[in-house]
């Protein structure tokens, strides 16, 4: 279906996971300040 209406399915899924990339990369940054932040000596 992608296929059919673009006829440029590489360049869909490239955007598509360049998106992914942009949204998580930073999550998983912020989330691993937040750890060592939040980090209790035992």
């Known amino acids: 279906m992608l296929n059919n209406a673009t006829f440029q399915p ?4 490239a955007f ?7 949204i998580c ?3 998983s940054l912020y989330a691993r300040y937040l750890e060592s932040k939040n980090h209790v000596p035992s």
């Open 25 to 27: 990369f930073p999550l």
């Open 16 to 22: 598509v996971a360049l998106l992914y990339f942009m």
């Open 10 to 13: 590489f360049k869909v899924f």
